[in-house]
């Protein structure tokens, strides 16, 4: 694949021959005006909570629509986005889209519960110094309540220096919370958790590659779930992909769960029909619909 692929390997695509670095020049150059072109999206992923059976957020996932290579992953263009200011103006058109989405679903949800959002915010934009003012002017273009924003930032920015931790606090006196994504295989530990401004946990997921067959990975998940809730904080694992790791994950007492096993990522137009509504009678896991080429 790709991902595996070693430097000036060829792939094929539409009948030419590119190389690797090739294909990450174009991508890089294009990247540049795919907001303009409307060629980025969001599609929204629902957390279910397994004991009350129903979704308490989505989380909003970046999608890019390439006019000759098609849909390419954001594990592939985000890191090149990163290496430039774009992936400012790419989170905070992210946040406004996320924001504008959820608000316009209105404050209805299941069991008078609103549904709330969780925005992917890189490191870059959290360094730039402009999270704060692009978050307030998302919730106020928007008027999503900011108790309905979730920031979820990675573990190495939690030991950048002061002014990120310094604008997280910020974030959250207004009443945004904050998410360590990827949570568990960083330099994370449950001393210097203490204190952070930090309300979620997402366990990464490398702890349920293979954790129905392998103990050690098992022994590994009922860690960082319980070093979740040591810290009271509420943990949420993604990449639930089968029956089986939910079920693992049920025995383990554990309730947050995100994963096709409940729904791939949601157009806006499925999330605005209400097919994140878990205690809807729909089928569970629905295909992630390809836009309208
Ligand atoms: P992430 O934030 O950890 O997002 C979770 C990823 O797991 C998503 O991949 C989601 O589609 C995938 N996933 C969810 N359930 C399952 C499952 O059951 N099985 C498997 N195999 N995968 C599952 P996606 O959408 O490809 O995004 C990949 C990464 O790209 C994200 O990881 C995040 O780091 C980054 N990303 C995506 N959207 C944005 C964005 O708007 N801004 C920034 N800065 N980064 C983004
Ligand atoms: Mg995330
Ligand atoms: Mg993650
Ligand atoms: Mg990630």
Redesign the pocket.
Known sequence: SAATAGPGSVHRYDDALCTEEDRRATLRTDLTGALARGELR??F?PVVDVVMHRTVSV?????WRHPLFGDV???EF?PL??ESPL?TD??RW?LRE?CATIAALGDAGPHDQALSV?????AR?VRSGELVPDVIHALETSGLSPSRLVV?I?ESVLLDDSHVIEDLTVLRRLGVRIAV??FGTGWSSLAYLVGMPVDVL?M??YF?SDVEHDPARRAMCRVVLQLGASLDLPVIV?????EAVLTLLRDMGHRYV????FA??LEAAQLAAGAWDMSLPLPGALP?IPAAA
Request: glycine letters at 6%; a negative charge; aromatic letters at 2%.
């Open positions: 969001l599609v992923q989380e909003a996932l970046l999608r992953s954001p594990t985000v986005a990163e992936i790419l989170g992210v996320a969780a925005v992917n915010v890189s934009q979820e990675t994504d990827d997402k990464d997921q349920l993604e990449g639930v992909t089968n995100q994963g096709y096993v791939r990522p992630e």
